[in-house]
């Protein structure tokens, strides 16, 4: 079993920066792949941006490219996404998720395990 624990939400104006953290704990040498999703009020799910458990592949939605950054430290078992010129639609319930299969599942969206979610407002 995996523990995901996100933190580092909160209220920010436009155009500013948040740092979110995902802390995982348990059996955490069987996640392949570690991603960022997003949930607004009245939306689907969507994905952010994933990580790989090496931290050399990464990949983001194109409304975040440029302004979103993931990475990981292995020694805390954490992956953080650093978000900067944050705008309105970017306000939403984030998640981390982590999946113990390889690309496909990430294509899939077929993860493993959840995280509770971080609420991210931007204030305009």
């Known amino acids: 079993q995996v523990q995901l624990v996100e933190s580092g939400g909160g209220l920010v104006q436009a155009g500013g920066s948040l740092r979110l953290s995902c802390a995982a704990s348990g059996s955490t040498f069987s996640i392949n792949y570690i991603g960022w999703y997003r949930q607004a009020p009245g939306k689907q799910r969507e994905l952010v941006a994933v990580?790989?458990?090496?931290?050399?592949?990464?990949n983001y939605a194109d409304s975040v490219k440029g302004r979103f950054t993931i990475s990981r430290d292995n020694a805390k078992m954490t992956v953080y996404l650093q978000m900067s010129r944050l705008k309105s639609e970017d306000t939403a319930v984030y998640y981390c998720?982590?999946?113990?299969?390889?690309?496909?599942?990430?294509?899939?969206?077929?993860?493993?395990?959840w995280g509770q979610g971080t609420q991210v407002t931007v204030s305009s």
């Open positions: 990580i790989s458990s090496g931290g050399s592949t990464t």
């Open positions: 998720a982590a999946t113990t299969g390889g690309w496909r599942s990430v294509l899939r969206d077929n993860y493993d395990y």
